[in-house]
C-alpha cells in the first residue's frame, strides 16, 4: 500500500484510539477518498473502524464538511432517540483532544468513525427487497433532516448538482483542450449538446420557483447505504460529505442512476448497459413511502426526470475529467473516464427513451396523476 502504517498509527494515536493497530484493509466503493478498514487489538480485544483520508483536490475546504457532518449527524442522533429508537447505526466521529473531528497533517486530512457492527454495502444489486429497503433508508434521511436548519451548512461544493453551470463549465473546457483529447470524443460532445434541454429542465424549474431546494444527501448510490448482516435490512446511510441543499430529484435521480442500472456505472459492454424498470419500481415504492406525503405534487412529478438529469449530469462530470486530464475521480486504468462517460451516455439515452414508462411508475406509486 502506497500509505505506511505509521500514518495509521499517527491517525489513530491522534483520535485516542487505545491499543495497537494490528490490521488495515482498503475499502473499495468510493471514486474519491480513500477508506481503510482498521482494526485495533487493546488486550485482545479487538475493534474496528473506518478511517478515510479526504481528497483535498475535490474538497478544497475539508474542514467545512466535517462541520457539516457534525451537526447532521447530531441532529439525527437527536431525532433518533428523541423517538425512543436505537442510535447504534448513526455513525460516530472520533474526536481528538482538541475535540475535533478530523486530524489535518502532512500525511493528508483524515477523519475515523467506528465501523457499524454487523454490516455490509454493495455495489450493484437484483435483489428488489434490498432496493426498496435502500429506497427507505434514503427517504427517511430526507425526512430527518426535514426541519434542520440549512443555513448551518457550508456548500461544500459549490453548484454540485448545477447541472447547466456543469454542462457551461464543460463547454469552455471543450474550447480549451488542454490535453488534445477533444477530437476523439465529439460523438460524445455531440450527444451532451443534443440532450441540454431536457438535461436543464429542472435548472429551469428552481429558476421559476416551482420546486423547492430542500437538505438533500447528493450522493446516494446504493453503496452509501450499510446493511445489517442478519436482516438484509438497510441500516443507514454513509458518506455525508456533499450533504447540502439540493433537489429531492437529485436524491432519488443518483440513486436510480447506479442501482437501477443493469450494469456497472463502468462497464465497457454498452450492451449490458440500460434501466431496469423492475429495480426502479422497487427502489421508488420504498423512497415514496417514506417522503411521498410531504412532497409537493412538482417533486413528485420530477422523480423520473432526475434520474435522466442525474445520469446525463455524470457524463459531463466524467467527460469533463477526461479532456481536462483525470484529475478529480480516482481512474484504474487508462481512458476509465471515457469509459464512464459513455456507460453513462448509453444509460442517459435509455432513460430518454423510457421516461413515460418511468413517469407512469411513479403515478402509479404515488397516485398522481400526470
Ligand atoms: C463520487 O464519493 P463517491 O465516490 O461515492 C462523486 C459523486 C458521483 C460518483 C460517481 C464528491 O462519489 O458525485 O456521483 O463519484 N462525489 C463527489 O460514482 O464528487
Ligand atoms: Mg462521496
Known amino acids: ?14 483520535f485516542r484510539i487505545d491499543g495497537k493497530i494490528v490490521d488495515v484493509v482498503p475499502m473499495t466503493s468510493g471514486i474519491i477518498n480513500r477508506t481503510f478498514k482498521v ?64 486530524v489535518d497533517f502532512s ?16 455495489n450493484t444489486c437484483e435483489d428488489f427487497s434490498k432496493l426498496r429497503s435502500a429506497g427507505k433508508a434514503f427517504g427517511n434521511f ?37 490535453c488534445g483529447r477533444v477530437k476523439e470524443v465529439e460523438a460524445e460532445i455531440k450527444a451532451i449538446k443534443e440532450l441540454m434541454p431536457l438535461g436543464v429542465k429542472l435548472n429551469e424549474m428552481i429558476d421559476s420557483g416551482e420546486l423547492p431546494l430542500r437538505v438533500t444527501h447528493n450522493d446516494t448510490k446504493i453503496n452509501n447505504v450499510l446493511f445489517d448482516i442478519t436482516t438484509n435490512e438497510a441500516k443507514t446511510v454513509i458518506d455525508l460529505d456533499t450533504v447540502m441543499p439540493g433537489l429531492v430529484a437529485h436524491d432519488f435521480g443518483d440513486a436510480i442512476r447506479f442501482a437501477a442500472n443493469k450494469s456497472a456505472e463502468d462497464e465497457p459492454d454498452l450492451t449490458k448497459v440500460g434501466l431496469d424498470i423492475d429495480r426502479y419500481r422497487a427502489f421508488a415504492e420504498g423512497f415514496l413511502s417514506e417522503v411521498g406525503n410531504s412532497l409537493t405534487k412538482n417533486e413528485i412529478k420530477t422523480l423520473a ?22 484529475k478529480y475521480f480516482k481512474t484504474l486504468y487508462e481512458g476509465h473516464n471515457l469509459v464512464r ?25 404515488s397516485g398522481i396523476e400526470f
Not at 60 to 65: F, N, R, T
Request: glycine letters at 4%; one cysteine or more.
Open 1 to 14: 500500500m502506497d500509505i505506511s502504517r505509521e500514518v495509521f498509527d499517527t491517525v489513530a494515536s491522534c
Open 39 to 102: 482494526t485495533a487489538d487493546s488486550n485482545g480485544n479487538l475493534k474496528d473502524y473506518v478511517f478515510q483520508r479526504i481528497n483535498t483536490f475535490v474538497f478544497k475546504q475539508p474542514k467545512y464538511i466535517m462541520s457539516n457532518i457534525e451537526y447532521v449527524t447530531h441532529h439525527i442522533s437527536d431525532k433518533i432517540v428523541e423517538n425512543g429508537l436505537d442510535a447504534e447505526g448513526v455513525l460516530h466521529f472520533l474526536k481528538t483532544d482538541k475535540d475535533v473531528n478530523y
Open 107 to 122: 500525511e493528508g486530512f483524515w477523519r475515523a468513525y467506528e465501523y457499524v457492527p454487523n454490516s455490509y454495502t454493495v
Open 142 to 178: 430526507q425526512n430527518m433532516l426535514s426541519d434542520f436548519d440549512a443555513t448551518k451548512l457550508y456548500e461544500t461544493i459549490p453548484d454540485f448538482h448545477n447541472t447547466r453551470a456543469r454542462v457551461e463549465g464543460f463547454f469552455e473546457k471543450v474550447k480549451k483542450d488542454e
Open 305 to 326: 426526470l432526475g434520474a435522466f438529469t442525474m445520469t446525463y449530469e455524470l457524463v459531463v462530470r466524467f467527460l469533463d475529467d477526461y479532456i481536462s486530464g483525470d
Open 341 to 365: 462517460t459513455r456507460c453513462q451516455l448509453a444509460l442517459t439515452q435509455d432513460m430518454y427513451e423510457k421516461l413515460d414508462k418511468m413517469n407512469n411508475v411513479i403515478s402509479e406509486i
